[in-house]
């Protein structure tokens, strides 16, 4: 146990947390990729969701193309990515993180539109609402609690697996946990490993608990017990 | 910056063959047959460890949700918890795991990768244990069975479509996971993926790698999903 002890040691000396590359230096890098990532992933995954979802067709090989990449080893898209025309740096990070943050984003939307009753459909084309119409006024509202279980499912995604960025030098709250491995175990790096490790796992908390909350926020109340979180996919941590 | 300092021996040649055509390309017949002893070694460790993973995770799985579904009061806190336990970062639970199993050891990349694939387990095998319908428990009761009886010639059965989605989303995410374990040592082909990372960005290398992870992934799920067709004939006539 004594690394634990060394590791709470590490955290509690100021110095590790505002020396350059120190802890807030990383949580900032983390945060900042991960926000660039999640923002990313919406813009393709939601856009594409939702049309889909409108549509009402080809959906299904959309969205199980997309759940294909679970099996893809995050590690693999992480030192791949930066070889090529990227370089290295954040860019491709950023974009790698995006590719996951894609398929919950997207599944989500789409199981969102999809499970709007085809009466309610019904009869606000009934009404005389255009395909527009319907989707901005019927079936966007009726599916923000699917967006925001998406995107919730999306961002604890990205913050998880952002922390393999440190194996490729993207920078990160685990580059705390790889330096540590670089010092060696027994020479101080085994509690700087233990203190990177309790601060990403804390944070991916943190940040699932916050988005729950949130999440929970934008549903209304009356859809609150009824649809509990659906998501299409699992989080995969990477 | 240190990285390219510690970690495992690389199990490959550092640089690429020098008549290996223009630059670094990205595939490489040739890198391929010349180290296929290394690359079926990092391939059946990395099949093995998923075996090994998978199979402990269903053996511990499917009684835990068993009991959480006897036990009502503990349904919900178990699947909030598998949920939040879900979200820690494989990196993390790496390196809180490695100081204490040590970091050569297979045994620390097992636990991690374990307790993921439990989790899923216990959440698909619960959902589908909760959704065999009341009248169905009742007919049951009703024919004579008892608790066990019921649970296995009965519920489980039921629950089977639901424990094979499990099964199959554990085992494809697993064989993603193997790759992060080569962080402290053990990595299947994810030492040939970091490796070709490490010997100047040899792309072949890591390109190798990438393909057997997906390719082992797309089988296996193939072999699950053929599996499951075979034990339960009765979804057959339903869409997909």
Request: net charge positive; glycine share 14%; aromatic share 4%.
């Given at each position: 146990m004594s690394y634990f002890n060394e590791g709470f040691t590490w955290l509690n000396d100021p110095l590790n947390w505002t020396n350059p590359g120190g802890l807030l230096d990383r949580l900032t890098e983390h945060l900042v990729i991960s926000f660039w990532a999640v923002l990313l992933g919406c813009v393709i995954g939601w856009p594409l969701g939702i049309w889909l979802g409108h549509r009402g067709k080809g959906g299904g090989p959309v969205v199980?193309?997309?759940?294909?990449?679970?099996?893809?080893?995050?590690?693999?898209?992480?030192?791949?990515?930066?070889?090529?025309?990227?370089?290295?740096?954040?860019p491709p990070v950023v974009v790698a993180l995006a590719v996951f943050a894609v398929p919950p984003l997207l599944a989500n939307a789409y199981t969102g539109l999809r499970s709007i009753d085809p009466e309610t459909r019904e009869a606000a084309r009934g009404m005389g609402l255009s395909g527009g119409q319907l989707l901005r006024q019927v079936e966007l509202p009726l599916s923000v609690p699917y967006l925001a279980a998406g995107l919730r499912t999306a961002s604890v995604q990205v913050v998880a697996t952002a922390?393999?960025?440190?194996?490729?030098?993207?920078?990160?709250?685990?580059?705390?946990?790889?330096?540590?491995?670089?010092?060696?175990?027994?020479?101080?790096?085994?509690?700087?490993?233990?203190?990177?490790?309790?601060?990403?796992?804390?944070?991916?908390?943190?940040?699932?608990?916050?988005?729950?909350?949130?999440?929970?926020?934008?549903?209304?109340?009356?859809?609150?017990?009824?649809?509990?979180?659906?998501?299409?996919?699992?989080?995969?941590?990477g | 910056m240190s990285l390219l300092s510690w970690g495992p021996a690389s199990l490959t040649p550092v640089a690429a063959p020098a008549d290996d055509g223009p630059g670094n390309p990205w595939f490489s017949w040739r890198y391929v047959t010349e180290n296929a002893d290394a690359i079926g070694t990092a391939l059946r460790f990395h099949a093995g460890l998923t075996a090994q993973t998978v199979l402990i995770a269903l053996l511990v799985a499917v009684p835990l949700a068993v009991v959480a579904y006897w036990i009502r009061p503990l349904t919900a806190p178990i699947l909030a918890l598998s949920g939040i336990?879900?979200?820690?970062?494989?990196?993390?639970?790496?390196?809180?795991?490695?100081?204490?199993?040590?970091?050569?050891?297979?045994?620390?990349?097992?636990?991690?990768?374990?307790?993921?694939?439990?989790?899923?387990?216990?959440?698909?095998?619960?959902?589908?244990?909760?959704?065999?319908?009341?009248?169905?428990?009742?007919?049951?009761?009703?024919?004579?069975?008892?608790?066990?009886?019921?649970?296995?010639?009965?519920?489980?059965?039921?629950?089977?479509?639901?424990?094979?989605?499990?099964?199959?989303?554990?085992?494809?995410?697993?064989?993603?996971?193997?790759?992060?374990?080569?962080?402290?040592?053990?990595?299947?082909?994810?030492?040939?993926?970091?490796?070709?990372?490490?010997?100047?960005?040899?792309?072949?290398?890591?390109?190798?790698?990438?393909?057997?992870?997906?390719?082992?992934?797309?089988?296996?799920?193939?072999?699950?999903?053929?599996?499951?067709?075979?034990?339960t004939p009765w979804t057959r006539g339903r869409a997909a």
């Open positions: 199980t193309a997309a759940n294909l990449t679970l099996a893809i080893p995050t590690l693999a898209l992480l030192t791949i990515l930066p070889l090529t025309p990227l370089g290295f740096g954040k922390a393999l960025a440190a194996l490729v030098n993207g920078g990160g709250l685990g580059q705390i946990i790889s330096a540590g491995f670089g010092i060696g175990m027994s020479n101080g790096g085994g509690g700087q490993i233990v203190a990177g490790g309790l601060a990403v796992a804390l944070l991916a908390l943190l940040v699932e608990g916050l988005l729950a909350l949130v999440q929970r926020l934008v549903t209304p109340p009356a859809l609150r017990v009824r649809k509990r979180r659906r998501t299409a996919v699992t989080v995969s941590t | 336990l879900y979200t820690i970062p494989s990196l993390a639970l790496l390196s809180l795991l490695a100081p204490l199993v040590g970091t050569t050891s297979t045994t620390s990349v097992l636990i991690a990768l374990v307790l993921y694939a439990l989790l899923v387990l216990v959440r698909n095998s619960l959902a589908g244990l909760t959704q065999v319908p009341a009248e169905v428990i009742e007919a049951a009761t009703g024919m004579g069975y008892g608790r066990f009886g019921r649970l296995w010639r009965v519920e489980l059965p039921l629950a089977l479509p639901g424990i094979l989605t499990g099964l199959r989303l554990a085992t494809v995410s697993t064989v993603a996971l193997v790759t992060v374990g080569s962080l402290i040592g053990q990595g299947g082909l994810g030492d040939l993926i970091l490796g070709g990372f490490r010997n100047n960005f040899y792309k072949a290398e890591i390109m190798t790698g990438t393909v057997l992870c997906v390719g082992l992934a797309l089988i296996l799920d193939l072999l699950l999903s053929g599996l499951g067709r075979l034990l």
